[in-house]
T-cell receptor
Framework: DGGITQSPKYLFRKEGQNVTLSCEQN?????MYWYRQDPGQGLRLIYY???????QKGDIAEGYSVSREKKESFPLTVTSAQKNPTAFYLC?????????????FGQGTRLTVV | AQKITQTQPGMFVQEKEAVTLDCTYD???????LFWYKQPSSGEMIFLIY??????QNATEGRYSLNFQKARKSANLVISASQLGDSAMYFC????????????FGIGTKLQVIP
């Protein structure tokens, strides 16, 4: 079945460690997105990518990094520079083109710093 | 500056009644898209409805309709005949103008349907 897979579902990280969240899609979508969700703050955009080997900072990119070496994959690294990384992270993808299309989401990764 | 504003942190509605969730947006461009998503307590994001800025008719999908008022920059979601399963967070989002396909979300409205 086509869709977006995020892994792992739950992730625990020690302070000072980098950690990478995986996002894979087999929908042949060009655009991919990473959002962070905190209670009462909705979804905030971290990074997004329109095509392979190109990505843009979103509204809260500090302390995060991404890569887009393959169309299907858009991993997010939460670095030790991120002051408060405990949150729910959502990855999304969407088809681009003349018609606007909705974003499809993965099931999310809940990251906890211990 | 906030691009998407949802001013209702929480809403209650009686089962079988209709409810309107508010969303206003900020853009000076003419080409953009507006979306609504539902997020149940399980955390998954469920797409509900889409409205393009050039669409002349308000979008409808089953019990969901979008009250699009371009001049007022509002895109309110109307849910008719509310069901208990409609209890969830609802997010308004905008595909911003420009070539980078940026999609930003509001902070959401928590809807609770009362039996």
């Amino acid at each position: 079945d086509g869709g977006i897979t995020q892994s792992p579902k739950y992730l625990f990280r020690k302070e000072g460690q980098n950690v990478t969240l995986s996002c894979e899609q087999n929908l042949n979508h060009d655009a991919m997105y990473w959002y962070r969700q905190d209670p009462g703050q909705g979804l905030r955009l971290i990074y997004y990518s329109q095509i392979v080997n190109d990505f843009q900072k979103g509204d809260i990119a500090e302390g995060y990094s991404v890569s887009r070496e393959k169309k299907e994959s858009f991993p997010l690294t939460v670095t030790s520079a991120q002051k408060n990384p405990t949150a729910f992270y959502l990855c999304a993808s969407r088809r681009t083109g003349p018609q606007n299309t909705e974003a499809f989401f993965g099931q999310g990764t809940r990251l906890t710093v211990v | 500056a906030q691009k998407i504003t949802q001013t209702q942190p929480g809403m209650f509605v009686q089962e079988k009644e209709a409810v309107t969730l508010d969303c206003t947006y900020d853009t000076s461009d003419q080409s953009y898209g507006l979306f609504w998503y539902k997020q149940p307590s399980s955390g998954e994001m469920i797409f509900l409805i889409y409205q393009g800025s050039y669409d002349e008719q308000n979008a409808t999908e089953g019990r969901y309709s979008l009250n699009f008022q371009k001049a007022r920059k509002s895109a309110n979601l109307v849910i008719s005949a509310s069901q208990l399963g409609d209890s969830a967070m609802y997010f308004c989002a905008m595909r911003e103008p420009g070539g980078y396909q940026k999609v930003t979300f509001g902070i959401g409205t928590k809807l609770q349907v009362i039996p």
